[in-house]
């Protein structure tokens, strides 16, 4: 008898020596890429920022392919003090984007009062104010971006419009929002 149970749980160890090994970490999901995916659509997924994959999954820049497996972290928890402002440079798209899928899922419409920012959460609605001339407009988060290191948000060509930001380019604005999105 001594020598079955023995036998029985020798073998019960080397099967188990043998198994495949998977962690599953509970501060960590994976995903798979799916065809037509971009690292800005899935962090809005899962309401992380574009940073953080990076980050997680040691990528240089934002090209990803179908079927590949990215670690998705846990998503931060947004503060929301009171209130926000931040002063930079603001500048404008339009014919280039209209129609196509924003990071937050939307199709961009650029004749609409919307703007793409680095950090704040969508659905926000931020007053946007041009410091040279007094000008400002209400816009609705909706999107990623800029992308250019000296730029704080891009502008809808609607949202630039009302401010006399289209014939420039670029201005110098204040943000401030009015109310917080998800």
Known sequence: MYRRVRFLLLAALLLAACAPRQTVSVEQ???TVAKGDTLYSIA?????EVGELQRANALDGTTIHPGQV???PQPTAPAHPDSFSQVGVAS???PNFNGRRTASGEVFDMYELTAAHRSL???TLVRVTRLDNG???VVRIND?????????????YAAALKIGLVASGT????LEVVSWGN
Do not use: C, E, M, Q
């Not at 809005?44 to 992380?48: K, L, P």
């Not at 971006?145 to 809808?156: N, T």
């Not at 201005?171 to 204040?174: G, H, K, L, M, S």
């Open 44 to 48: 809005s997924r899962f309401g992380v």
């Open 70 to 72: 990215l670690k998705i």
């Open 135 to 137: 000008a400002s407009v």
């Open 92 to 94: 404008w798209y339009g």
């Open 144 to 156: 990623r971006g800029p992308f250019k290191k000296d730029r704080i948000i891009d502008l809808s």
């Open 29 to 31: 999901r994976l995903y």
């Open 121 to 123: 959460p969508f659905g």
């Open 171 to 174: 201005a110098t604005v204040r």
